[in-house]
């Protein structure tokens, strides 16, 4: 696990920015309540400075005005002490004298400022946080007493704010010390969280590692859980069944490759070595050396073979694209066959059915090579006497060209491999007739380069049918370059 602990591990990123975000949740939810606890609880001291000054007011209205002063002051303090008001309470007439005030101000007095003067003058109650000469922070009301319109005296009401100082006090470091308390506790907490939910993924880390290209037929286990884990897992072992595949292909091409090259290099030493030896007349080296140039033929048109499906592979080898008239291309592909065939004895015909000129959108020169290679097989694998025939049919959309012989023919289990590289159903007879192994693969490239498809049906001893079917537009456009 300590892969998982390094400050650059998917784990400690995870619980790092779990963290950060609780963190930052926390703190706002904390300076979200403290302020709304501020103010509900400043609220309900407002609240209770209105009530009393409205109480306060009441009693003083209903008071006589020939009543003392001193007899008016005794009953407020006796009135305030009948409701249990702890409440600071101050009268101040119109002139910013001090009429009455209760006993509990000692010898403070509840200020006025500037602020509460102006405010009487539009009859406004006015709230302020005011500090007495004891330093103590008060809650104060001014509420203008108006009679017939105009004010006379100010009515002033005020709370000690100490205990709800003390309240938020002890509110905040509850703050301070749980809050840390709970996100420690949360981060360990999601330190397992996270290494829990990524213990497959470890797993899978671990599997993959033992992964080699000597046993990439090994696969990783998949959760019975659809979840994401599962997906990553099918990912993984569909990718890993392509790797194999692709090993596969090239330790089977490398090996054929070498075995093809192999040969007519063997045959040119051997041949050239009998020739130093035992050569006495110039007849005898021409022999030699005319072997020898078949052979190095042989190698150059594997090596190109080779060379064109590697750049195919790549995208190298882009499609010249153009109107093409099949009539014409297989009218030259006929020509062609009818010479090939000609040694042979075989009979070639063309056999057009189509009522009108096929158009066709492709690389000429590719789909000549395609055809030739198909016409050139059929040619080659029909025994002296046989019959080779093309047949030309179309609809809407797409042209099927047929090419039918009546030679060897083909095995069916040997039909899934046919268009794999250097694969021989007779390895005598393809090197007796000269093949390269390689013609087909050629052939099915530059098929489905153009967005085809290519069929072949085959009975041992009657012949074989290779059907091309191409779409008359072209390749669709991620299909226009030979891949």
Known sequence: MARFSCPGSVRFRLAFWYVVTLAVILTASGVYWYWTLSRNLQGHVDATLMMVAKDVISFHLVESPETPQEETCRKLETFIREHNWSEFVQFVNEQGNIVCHTSNLLEARLPISAEALRALHTNQPLYETVNLTDARPLRLLTFPLAIDGHSHDVVQVAEDLGPLYETLRVHRWQLSLYSPLLLFILAIGGWFVTGRALLPVRRITNAVQRIRAENLSERLPVNRYRDEISELQETFNSMLERLEE????????????????????????????????????????????????????????????????????????????????????????????????????????????????????????????????????????????????????????????????????????????????????????????????????????????????????????????????????????????LT
């Open 246 to 481: 692709a090993f596969t292909k090239v330790r089977q091409f490398t090996a054929d490759a070498s075995h093809e090259l192999r040969t007519p290099l063997a045959i040119l030493r051997g041949e050239t070595e009998v020739a130093l030896r035992w050569a006495k007349n110039p007849e005898e080296l021409r022999a030699t050396l005319e072997s020898n140039l078949e052979e190095i033929d042989r190698m150059s048109r594997i090596i190109e073979d080779l060379l064109a499906l590697a750049k195919s592979e790549a995208g190298e080898i882009p499609l010249a694209l153009a109107d093409v008239k099949l009539s014409d291309l297989l009218q030259d592909l006929y020509l062609q066959g009818k010479t090939l065939s000609e040694p042979k004895g075989i009979e070639f015909t063309l056999h057009m059915e189509v009522n009108q000129e096929i158009h066709l959108r492709g690389d000429q020169l590719q789909l000549h090579r395609m055809l030739l290679n198909l016409v050139s097989n059929a040619v080659k694998y029909t025994p002296d006497g046989g019959r080779v025939a093309i047949h030309l049919a179309s609809d809407d959309h797409r042209a099927r060209i047929r090419v039918t012989d009546t030679g060897f023919g083909i095995a069916a289990e040997h039909l899934p491999h046919l268009f794999d590289r250097f694969y021989r159903i007779d390895e005598a007879r393809n090197r007796a007739i000269g093949g390269s192994g390689l013609g087909l693969s050629i052939v099915k490239w530059i098929v489905e380069a153009h967005g085809g498809q290519i069929e072949v049906a085959s009975e041992p001893n009657r012949g074989s049918t290779f059907t091309v079917s191409l779409p008359l537009d072209g390749p669709p456009p991620k299909e226009r370059e």
